[in-house]
């Protein structure tokens, strides 16, 4: 899908936001009245998932928002000014999140936020970032629907994107013929990377053998849905779930009903929580952003020693994405100028090209990065990069 | 044995493996309703407190070189203490003061102050407790049945019992009964009313703490929220074995357990693919519905007009 008509798309608005950016320019010295950025401080907003389900990823996100924000202070900050971290908590809640948005852009001072964390909040975020006319960056939220193609962008690849990354990693690495998917339908993220794998699956010639779903991701119990997919015969179980029913619930009890083909999962997989023996978890394979193994990528093992330094742990995906984040902020803000407003700033992350942990990237029109997408496969328990599926 | 049977035996285990979970956390239900009319709503989150001991006390226990189910006597000790501060510092002063809807709502409010102190107290994040115990499966031929979950549906019987026992022959369980027909009556007759209270909910506790050990076997991850989800589908297990009644609460769970695990299986065949297995939920509540409409007092209940 991410045809080179696309990419030429996004040269062309490049192009076009980089003349935008060059005519803000100018007015540099002229207009300071409305700026926002005015003042010696320059305040990002911050909205992400701290408490509940989602929480483990929020506050992962927020470690690696002010793990940049320090890098960057240290070094003289953003146009010489400095940068704050202004963090609220959405509690995993739409209404909550609302709330959080609109405080932030009440806020003149604020000239972009990161965040939110989850697509359910993202959603709720998204027309609120149109109307306020904020720059909104979501690390993570990976549901296709949130698009607007205005002034909400992410940093990660979108839930399609990833569902057909793991049929063509499917058909072209592990060679499976037939694949049978389960995925919650109360959840976007579930059933939106289930349905495009699915789509993707038959498209590439496997045989989609059977397809179950449960009421919501949180469930406790799939025995019933994984013994009709065993018996189906299928060779690989796609299961977009998050880390705290796959890891727990899911692959154990695959393996309980006597399934022992490939289990593959999406990024909800990161930091997935495994019980008794580590063995039931061989085989299985997840696609995510970024890989603390990636050697090619330099800019990664900087990452990890400034991020181990500052919070004594590894830093898993959502830190990574965070922390590039911050950085997309940077470089647009530093684009905009000195006395950027927020649709400068916006202009300037539109189409934008950046480097950064989780990859080379391109942003496209709908505000969305064409990316590359790292397989892990978990060996003893522990994921360990398999390899990077460019983008076709 | 042909395969598709083979299914089905393997689909009505899956729901015995749930439903055993349910009836044990329904008999708690029941227990306390049956004394004071009173639906303990915050009785999925004693689960919660119980689970949350077994997680942190079972390392220390298997490196004391002792099995990890013994850590149920913590989750036990903890849970009832929990119980009898819950009904001493909240339930009490409202049965006091107030009627049985401020109680219901005083329940509702306990489970949300325990949620979030729980949340508050260990952070959000699911966190998984280990391996309890792990009993072989019984294989007849190509069907395999899980041990752990013959285990659990035998400690239900035998809680089922054991209560049974205790509520119909013991002096306690007869101060029960009185307490439940009439309190003012009870009071006359030399009765306790507080203490027999008391002790409905330590024990009432001390079953959460028992069906958070069989849930943690069965289901090893804990976190603030695990009560609420399973507390509300016991409490339509209770409902449709017939609140208050001990046998009900058991014959109500499996029942649940089984209509969840049987919607999952075949409801999509069933029904052409209209109505999936995404629905399960619903058609639980849905039964929920319907007995409240057909058969008020359940299954195993007697008639006798309550208001729930």
Redesign the interface.
């Known amino acids: 899908m991410f045809s080179k008509k696309m990419i030429a798309a996004g040269a062309a608005a490049v192009m076009a936001m980089s003349l935008a950016g060059c005519s803000g320019g100018s007015m540099d010295d002229s207009s300071s009245s409305s700026s926002a950025a005015s003042g010696d401080t320059i305040t990002i907003g911050s909205v992400t998932t701290?408490?509940?389900?989602a929480?483990?990823y929020g506050e992962a996100e927020v470690k690696g928002f002010e793990l940049a924000v320090s890098e960057i202070n240290a070094k003289g900050g953003i146009n010489g000014k400095k940068v704050k971290l202004e963090s609220l908590d959405d509690k995993g809640d739409a209404t909550e999140a609302s709330n959080a948005y609109n405080k932030l852009a009440a806020d003149n001072s604020v000239l972009a936020v990161a965040g939110p964390t989850i697509s359910a909040t993202t959603a709720a975020v998204a027309p609120l970032a149109d109307q306020t006319k904020l720059v909104t960056i979501a690390p993570a939220a990976t549901a296709d629907s949130i698009e607007t193609g205005n002034y909400l962008f992410r940093t990660c690849f979108k839930d399609s994107y990833q569902g057909e990354v793991a049929a063509r990693f499917a058909a072209e690495n592990l060679k499976v013929k037939k694949v049978a998917v389960l995925y919650?339908?109360?959840d976007p993220y579930s059933s939106g990377v289930g349905e495009a794998f699915a789509k993707a699956a038959e498209k590439l010639g496997m045989q989609v053998v059977d397809k179950?779903?449960?009421?919501?991701a949180d469930d406790?119990?799939y025995?019933?849905?994984l013994?009709?997919i065993q018996?189906s015969g299928a060779e690989l179980l796609y299961a977009p779930y998050y880390?705290?029913v796959a890891?727990?619930?899911i692959i154990p009890q695959a393996r309980?009903?006597?399934f022992e083909g490939y289990v593959m999962g999406p990024d909800g997989y990161d930091g997935l929580?495994?019980?008794?023996d580590k063995s039931q978890y061989d085989k299985t394979f997840y696609t995510t952003h970024y890989s603390a193994d990636d050697t090619s990528n330099t800019k990664v093992q900087d990452f990890i020693k400034s991020y181990k330094a500052k919070n004594n742990a590894d830093p898993n995906t959502f830190a990574a994405l965070g922390y590039d984040t911050i950085y997309m902020i940077k470089q647009a803000i530093e684009k905009a100028g000195k006395s950027a407003t927020r649709e400068d700033v916006r202009n300037a992350v539109a189409g934008m090209s950046f480097e950064g942990v989780t990859g080379k990237f391109t942003m496209d029109k709908s505000g969305s990065p064409t990316k590359s997408v790292i397989v892990l496969e978990l060996k003893d328990g522990k994921p360990v990069y398999n390899t990077t599926v460019q983008p076709k | 044995m042909t395969?598709q049977i083979i299914?089905f035996i393997?689909?009505l285990f899956?729901?015995l493996?749930?439903g055993s979970v349910y009836a044990l956390v329904a008999l708690g239900y029941t227990m306390v309703y049956g004394i004071i009319r009173l639906i303990n709503f915050a009785h999925g989150d004693f689960i919660m407190v119980g689970a949350y001991v077994l997680m942190l006390t079972i390392p220390a226990i298997v490196a004391a070189g002792l099995p990890a189910w013994v850590a149920i006597v913590p989750a036990v000790l903890v849970c009832v203490a929990v119980g009898i501060i819950v009904e001493k510092a909240a339930y009490k002063p409202v049965r006091e003061k107030g009627n049985s809807m401020t109680a219901l709502i005083t329940a509702i409010a306990m489970s949300l102050l325990l949620e979030n102190g729980a949340?508050a107290i260990f952070?959000?994040?699911?966190?998984?407790?280990p391996?309890i115990f792990?009993l072989p499966s019984i294989a007849f031929g190509k069907l395999?049945l899980?041990g752990d979950t013959l285990l659990t549906i035998v400690l239900g019987l035998i809680i089922m019992i054991g209560l049974q026992l205790f509520v119909k022959f013991t002096k306690q369980g007869k101060a029960m009964r009185a307490v439940s027909e009439d309190k003012e009556a009870a009071v006359l007759m030399g009765i306790n009313v507080n203490s027999t209270i008391a002790l409905t909910f330590a024990i009432g506790s001390g079953l959460a703490a028992v069906a958070s050990l069989m849930y943690c076997a069965a289901?090893?991850?804990v976190?603030p929220?695990m009560g609420a989800m399973l507390g509300l589908k016991a409490f339509v297990a209770a409902v449709l074995g017939g609140i208050g009644s001990i046998p009900g609460a058991m014959i109500g769970g499996i029942a649940i357990g089984l209509v969840?695990?049987?919607t999952?299986?075949y409801i999509?065949t069933i029904t052409g693919g209209v109505i999936?297995?995404?629905?399960?939920?619903?058609i639980v509540f849905a039964i929920l519905i319907v007995v409240l409409l057909v058969k008020p007092s359940g299954i195993m209940g007697k008639n006798e007009g309550e208001k729930v």
């Open positions: 701290n408490s509940g389900t929480a483990a919650g339908t109360g179950e779903s449960s009421s919501s406790t119990e025995s019933a849905q013994q009709k018996a880390y705290s890891g727990p619930y309980s009903v006597g929580k495994l019980t008794g | 395969d299914m393997s689909q899956s729901g493996k749930i949340q952070g959000a994040d699911f966190q998984t407790v391996t792990h395999k899980p289901y090893p991850q976190s929220m969840e695990s049987l999952k299986a999509g999936t297995s995404a629905f399960s939920d619903a």
